[in-house]
């Protein structure tokens, strides 16, 4: 019996553990259940886990953002034509990866590699070796390669070329670039922009790097906007969902005063004289005398805004971002000063050659001088010492105001990254007068211009501009507007009507060093300059190819037109011609043909030309032009056999006057001709015209200099 209870007692005790188990089981589920869905109800109501939230992540996953690109504003020349705007370039790659298939288990890599590197270099700049190699790593397999430079900036034509020949693999991006389709144009002014990484977005965006393009780079660049739209898992868009929008702000439109013709002749000419003597640097700017609006402007070295070809070495905007010691074209605003403080009297005479101030030497370039002459004299010969004089007798505070009431010493806020305000050596008495001839002063271009308005508009400093207006794209509002600008009044109407009369006497006088800036028809003002290059240690280069040549010319001299400054850095002369005779080359045809767009009116001098047959060509030449007439010699110096116009004509003295001997018949540069000119050029030699368009030559198919025999067919267009 007492086994059976002991049984039954160890029974029942088994019982009522599995019960009591049971019993916290229930509770624990409960507790757990009733922690769940407290757990559950608080992510319901506050859509939140660890500080995520799941309502803005759902949202991300189903929420697809499209970035609405801002287009690049367009910048135009004076006439409303683009010569910046947007376009769309392409990059190719091509995908090695044999596992890459599509439908069909169509290969989407490159199959044939000799076949795509043959294509390839077809359209592209590159070799076929080359892209073969690329095509062909030995080192590793690659998903996909590109092709470095050559397979970047790919136009759309290019493209389309490159998909019509279906080859497997050949993959392109569509990027943004910006186009300019005149490629050398005043680049250093209008400057480029190029594709830069936001590292906050991860956009690839156009930024302005130099010239207008950085200046007005917030204007050009707009504003991005972006789309919001929800899709379900299939990608189908979900309906009723509220769709966000920013809408796209393109850049603004900027328009500059530059005139494409005018621009694509200077460049023509630039090229032709730095192809001549390779200077380490030219400056030409042609500016609208009255108001300050630049015309054009151009430099060497420059680069080809569409290629980028030459950059490297073209960094520098020199009109505004390059100081130099102007020379004698100082001498303008030196006669001004002491012109206007009354202290010229231009019958005053002097020893010229060489002057002592504070035992310190001030030669003329001629260290020999011309004896005693006047001070009208001495500003035609550009004689050092004659300034030096000046400076003196004005005394160094009154110069130095005059200094800085033309302008100098401060930049001229044109708007330009990296604008200098340059410097001045004033501390002696030999570099006060230094300063007077253009040494120990160190300018830019730009205040070069700005300067000589003082001079070309009877007194009234005009700031140049080179922006005539900022438009909206959308509705082409005018949002700012540029134009002429009173900057000062350094010197009277008075003073500036001298000042040009003595330049005159500079092209005009038999003594004038400035004779070869004769345009026929017009009267010139103008000042030449000869400074020595800095040695960058506080002295002056040596050698013959040591000097900075300068010229700042107005036209027509009594009420100009136009202002054109242009200097040549160290250029490599040849001893065929000098200095002057390059600048001129650029000076003469650009502001002829500017004169001419404009209307300006040519002053019609006629004069009874003399018979030079039976004489020498070089007695011919003198003989024409001591009379003013403009000369083309057809052949070497030889007897002249014939002339045109005939002897006894009454002929105006903008008209070319041809002279021809026998033999050493040579190509005339007739760049800015007429046709009448060109007609009575062939007329002469026998040659054939085949001739397009109307107005002045701007191309000719037979260069320059070129040996002719009266057969050939010369080919010129007119514009």
């Not at 005139?259 to 390779?278: C, G, K, P």
């Not at 005159?504 to 400074?531: F, H, P």
């Not at 009420?559 to 003469?588: C, D, H, S, W």
């Not at 650009?590 to 004169?595: C, N």
């Amino acid at each position: 019996m007492k086994d059976s209870s002991d049984h039954s007692a160890g029974k029942g005790k088994v019982l009522i553990n599995r019960k009591i188990v049971g019993m916290w089981l229930f509770f624990l589920f409960i507790g757990m259940f009733a922690l769940l869905s407290t757990r559950l109800l608080v992510i319901a109501v506050g859509k939140n886990v660890k500080n995520v939230n799941l309502n803005d992540q759902a949202q991300k996953l189903y929420t697809q953002t499209q970035t609405l690109k801002a287009r690049r504003g367009t910048i135009y020349d004076a006439d409303g034509n683009a010569i910046a705007e947007d376009t769309s370039t392409y990059s190719l790659y091509a995908v090695l990866d044999k596992g890459q298939r599509g439908l069909n288990n169509k290969p989407l890599y490159v199959v044939n590699k000799s076949k795509t590197a043959q294509v390839l270099s077809k359209y592209l700049p590159i070799s076929e070796k080359k892209a073969l190699k690329i095509l062909s790593p030995k080192d590793s397999q690659p998903f996909q390669v590109e092709f470095g430079s050559a397979g970047t900036n790919i136009s759309l034509i290019t493209k389309k070329k490159l998909e019509a020949k279906h080859l497997p693999g050949i993959n392109f991006v569509q990027q943004q670039a910006r186009l300019y389709p005149n490629g050398v144009f005043s680049s250093n002014l209008i400057g480029v922009a190029t594709s830069q990484n936001d590292k906050t977005t991860g956009a690839n965006n156009l930024v302005g790097q130099m010239g207008i393009e950085k200046a007005f780079d917030k204007e050009l660049a707009g504003k991005n906007g972006y789309k919001d739209a929800q899709y379900d898992v299939y990608g189908y868009k979900l309906p009723g969902r509220e769709q966000k929008e920013k809408p796209v702000k393109n850049g603004d439109n900027i328009y500059t005063t530059i005139d494409s013709r005018i621009q694509t002749l200077l460049e023509s000419e630039m090229n032709s004289v730095a192809s001549q003597v390779h200077p380490a640097g030219m400056n030409a700017v042609l500016m609208d005398a009255k108001t300050g609006r630049i015309v054009a402007a151009s430099q060497r070295p420059t680069f080809n805004a569409s290629t980028l070809q030459g950059i490297n070495k073209a960094w520098t905007n020199t009109l505004t971002a390059d100081t130099y010691e102007p020379g004698s074209t100082m001498k303008v605003f030196t006669l001004s000063a002491a012109i206007n403080s009354g202290h010229f009297n231009g019958n005053d005479t002097y020893e010229s050659g060489r002057y002592a101030i504070d035992g310190k030497i001030v030669p003329d370039w001629d260290p020999a001088g011309w004896g005693y002459i006047t001070y009208n004299k001495g500003f035609a010969l550009s004689s050092n010492v004659a300034m030096a004089h000046l400076e003196q007798q004005m005394g160094p505070k009154t110069w130095k105001k005059y200094i800085q009431r033309f302008g100098f010493l401060k930049t001229t806020n044109s708007g330009l990254p990296g604008e200098l305000a340059g410097r001045l050596q004033f501390n002696y008495p030999i570099e006060q007068a230094d300063t007077s001839f253009g040494q120990g002063i160190e300018v830019t271009t730009m205040q070069m211009m700005q300067a000589l308005t003082a001079v070309s508009n009877n007194g009234t400093m005009m700031k140049p501009y080179f922006i005539s207006k900022v438009t909206d794209p959308s509705n082409k509002k005018v949002l700012k507007k540029y134009g002429k600008q009173v900057v000062g009044h350094p010197i009277s109407a008075q003073t500036a009507k001298k000042v040009r009369q003595h330049m005159q006497d500079v092209v005009y006088k038999s003594y004038g060093i400035g004779q070869d800036y004769k345009i026929k028809g017009y009267r010139i003002a103008a000042k030449t300059g000869t400074a020595q290059v800095s040695n960058g240690a506080g002295g002056y280069s040596s050698g013959d190819d040591s000097y900075l040549y300068s010229v700042a010319g107005m036209v027509p001299a009594n009420n100009p037109r136009y202002v054109m400054f242009i200097t040549m850095k160290q250029p490599q002369l040849t001893g065929t011609k000098t200095a002057t005779q390059l600048l001129a080359e650029i000076f003469k045809p650009v502001i002829t043909r500017a004169l001419q767009n404009s209307n300006t009116k040519q002053a019609q001098v006629k004069k009874t030309l003399p018979s030079v047959v039976y004489n020498t060509s070089i007695e011919a030449k003198r003989t024409l032009a001591e009379k003013g007439f403009d000369v083309v010699t057809i052949g070497n110096d030889g007897t002249v056999v014939k002339q045109s116009p005939t002897a006894g004509e009454r002929v105006s003295e903008q008209k070319r006057i041809f002279i021809m001997t026998n033999s050493g018949w040579k190509m005339p540069r007739i760049i800015g001709w007429s046709k009448a000119d060109v007609q009575e050029l062939c007329k002469m030699t026998g040659m054939k015209l085949a001739s397009t368009g109307t107005g002045y030559a701007d191309s000719q198919s037979i260069n320059f200099s070129k040996s002719i025999n009266g057969k050939e067919t010369l080919k010129v267009n007119f514009e």
